[in-house]
């Protein structure tokens, strides 16, 4: 098994930033990319964007280019989403999750995951 603990959500206002952090532990593995998704009440959980341990493929979706900024630190085994730009519409519940392949691509859908955190939420006021 997999434990993925997601933190660093709030509220910030429109234009401010904000850093989640999603630590891994139990059975974890460099083989395997990371992800980060988002979800609003009554919509379908989203793509924000992916990453993996070994390697520099790093992806996002076309709404949050350019403003966030996925990393990683391996000795910690932790992965980070720097939001920048923040605005009203991305407010959700972010997710991390564990994939079930060792690259970046195909990654937008959420059955590419197996394992998952408990969600951090993220409130941006305008």
């Known amino acids: 098994q997999v434990q993925l603990v997601e933190s660093g959500g709030g509220l910030v206002q429109a234009g401010g930033s904000l850093r989640l952090s999603c630590a891994a532990s139990?059975?974890?593995?460099?083989?395997?990319?990371m992800g980060w998704s988002r979800q609003t009440p009554g919509k379908e959980r989203e793509f924000v964007g992916a990453?993996?341990?070994?390697?520099?493929?790093?992806r996002y979706a076309d709404s949050v280019k350019g403003r966030f900024t996925i990393s990683r630190d391996n000795a910690k085994n932790t992965v980070y989403l720097q939001m920048n730009s923040l605005k009203p519409e991305d407010t959700a519940v972010y997710y991390c999750?564990?994939?079930?392949?060792?690259?970046?691509?195909?990654?937008?859908?959420?059955?590419?995951?197996?394992?998952w955190g408990q969600g951090t939420q993220v409130t941006v006021s305008s």
């Open positions: 999750a564990r994939s079930n392949r060792p690259v970046v691509a195909g990654l937008d859908s959420s059955d590419s995951y197996n394992y």
């Open positions: 139990g059975r974890t593995t460099y083989t395997y990319a």
């Open positions: 990453i993996v341990w070994i390697g520099s493929s790093i």
